[in-house]
Nanobody
Framework: QVQLVESGGGLVQAGDSLRLSCAAS????????MGWFRQAPGKAREFVAS????????RYVDSVKGRFTISRDNAKNTVYLQMNSLKPEDTAVYYC?????????????????WGQGTQVTVSP
């Protein structure tokens, strides 16, 4: 099992940027596709972005395309989410997740390992 710890959340104003990091422990990180999800109060957990084991393939939810970038550094066992041009509707708890597959997925149920989440709040 891989343990995941997110960091980098905070309170920012609309238009600002944040970079989330997710540090993974365990030998299998480089074998796993990784994803970022978010959950706003009263809403279901939502897919944000995913990246393949190699980092070559990525996928984003339409609402963040062109603003968010997912990346990974397998040597550092870390996956990142660079968030630019933040909007109030991006406010949520952001979770890092890993699945035991090399391919990306948008489905939360296909992810096995989850971090504890980091709060991102964007004020108008």
């Amino acid at each position: 099992q891989v343990q995941l710890v997110e960091s980098g959340g905070g309170l920012v104003q609309a238009g600002d940027s944040l970079r989330l990091s997710c540090a993974a422990s365990g030998r299998t990180f480089s074998s796993n596709a990784m994803g970022w999800f978010r959950q706003a109060p009263g809403k279901a957990r939502e897919f944000v972005a995913s990246i393949s084991r190699s980092g070559i393939s990525t996928r984003y939810v339409d609402s963040v395309k062109g603003r968010f970038t997912i990346s990974r550094d397998n040597a550092k066992n870390t996956v990142y989410l660079q968030m630019n041009s933040l909007k109030p509707e991006d406010t949520a708890v952001y979770y890092c997740a890993g699945r035991y597959s090399f391919s990306i997925s948008t489905t939360p149920l296909e992810y096995v390992d989850w971090g504890q989440g980091t709060q991102v709040t964007v004020s108008p």
